[in-house]
């Protein structure tokens, strides 16, 4: 044998044997040989040297004074630690129940005295390279394993960012058209009714001066005046005109936020004004925010700060704010179904919106805080993992808040962090880089 055969078999074993002159014969051969050797005379001390510094292979005595061989061997495929090192029982007995015995406890092989050194070598060598190979063969299984993991998890990322890709876009083109469709009739009204408003001004005043000089324009026109009372339609008429320009006037903000929100913008980034994108989201998500049935409304507190315009995806930043909001809303929901009317007005549902410069970082820094119910530190950890939600099935995909944080760090180089204990709400920090 030479000594690269050597170096490659060398391991260290524990010697288990109650006879001194057999721990010296074997310990002094073995060592010859390139092995790291360690004895033990009991199997108490066996079992606790092998937990303290696990051997690559493990020669046992079967006949000792405190416990035998197969007590030591079996304690040993218990433990963590040293289940999976072979044990090679050694013993002057050679009936074939001793073996089936050994085979049956645990035991790896079986060599009896007096020692023939040539098979105790082959044997050691034996097992100690079959050790290798499974430790190999593990190894590769847990790297394929792993490989296999992170190639299904970038699968994974990939077909998120398909399906956001291609719900960004098809939405954009959707309320895009709505929004241009009501654009048109919208506009038409609002200019006929600058037109109606002063036609019927005129009207009134006609009729006024028509009062003036006929103030007896006899029985029957007094008859249709009261029939359709006429004073409280003088008073009513300005104001239902003043209501419609109102309701257009709102159908526009409602038209431009769709347009905003809806940003088609997938190919390159362009400077937005992020406020806007907020203000849309905000606008659009107006109806959830009034007071329902099972909880009193969302006041909404803005703390804007001067911010410049960043360049960026503002289709998909808004799609961030969108999530974020609407799952502040939900949250606000789900919670105060079990709580009372008055508590819900001594701690009304807020959210704050907080924006400001880290100058240190030269990063934009929008906050978004509620004081709804929080959660907890292990719901926390899984937020951002694909199909992960707390919603009841039917009510949650678990994709919102995933795709949201690849948005903010894959697409701009960002951070999305979130703050939140039970009880106490919840913050989603967003950071999006200026340069």
């Keep these: 044998m030479d000594s690269n055969q050597v170096n490659a078999i060398k391991g260290d074993i524990l010697i288990v044997d ?23 005379i009991s199997g108490s001390l066996a079992l606790m040297g092998a937990q303290a510094a696990p051997p690559d292979l493990i020669l046992l005595d079967i006949k000792m004074p405190d416990m035998n061989g197969y007590e030591v061997c079996q304690q040993l495929k218990t433990l ?69 993991k992170k190639a299904c998890h970038n699968l994974q990322e990939a077909q998120l960012q398909l399906v956001q890709n291609e719900k960004l876009a098809t939405l954009g083109q ?64 300005p104001k239902m005109i003043s209501s419609m320009e109102r309701g257009v006037e709102r159908i526009c903000q ?10 088609s913008d997938t190919q390159a980034k362009v400077l937005f004004n992020l406020h806007d994108g907020i203000d849309s989201t905000l606008l659009i998500l107006k109806h959830r925010l009034n007071a329902n049935e099972k909880r009193s409304s969302i006041k909404v507190l803005k703390e804007y700060g001067k911010l410049p315009e960043v360049k960026c995806y503002p289709g998909q930043l808004n799609q961030v704010f969108m999530n974020v909001i609407a799952n502040a809303i939900d949250a606000f929901d789900e919670s105060n179904q079990d709580v009372s009317w008055d508590e819900m007005m001594r701690h009304p549902n807020e959210i704050t919106i907080h924006s400001e410069v880290n100058w240190h970082k030269d990063t934009v820094v929008i906050r978004i805080v509620d004081n709804g119910p929080g959660m907890s530190t292990q719901v926390q950890k899984n937020i951002f993992d694909s199909f992960f939600t707390t919603k009841p099935v039917g009510k949650g995909t678990g994709l919102g808040l995933s795709i949201s944080h690849q948005i903010i760090v894959e697409k701009h180089g960002g951070w999305l962090t979130c703050k939140s204990s039970l009880g106490e709400g919840t913050e989603f920090v967003i950071e999006i880089p200026m340069a």
């Design 254 to 263: 409602l038209s431009n936020s769709l347009r905003t929100f809806s940003r």
């Design 18 to 40: 109650d006879t001194a002159e057999n721990l010296r014969f074997l310990a002094t051969t073995l060592t010859e040989q390139g092995y790291e050797v360690r004895s033990a």
């Design 80 to 148: 963590k630690k040293t289940c999976e090192i072979p044990v090679i029982f050694i013993s002057a007995l050679n009936e074939v129940l001793d073996k089936v015995k050994a085979f049956s406890v645990g035991g790896a092989d079986y060599i009896t005295k007096p020692f023939q050194m040539e098979e105790v070598l082959a044997r050691v060598e034996n097992q100690l390279t079959i050790r290798r190979l499974n430790q190999e063969l593990e190894k590769r299984v847990e790297e394929r394993t792993a490989e296999l």
């Design 174 to 237: 959707l309320v895009a058209g709505v929004a241009h469709e009501i654009n048109n009739p919208v506009s038409f009204i609002k200019g006929n009714l600058n037109f109606t408003e002063e036609y019927i001004q005129d009207l009134l005043n006609l009729l006024s001066l028509y009062q003036r000089q006929f103030p007896s324009p006899g029985s029957d026109i007094e008859q249709v005046i009261d029939e359709i009372d006429l004073e409280y339609l003088l008073e009513e008429l």
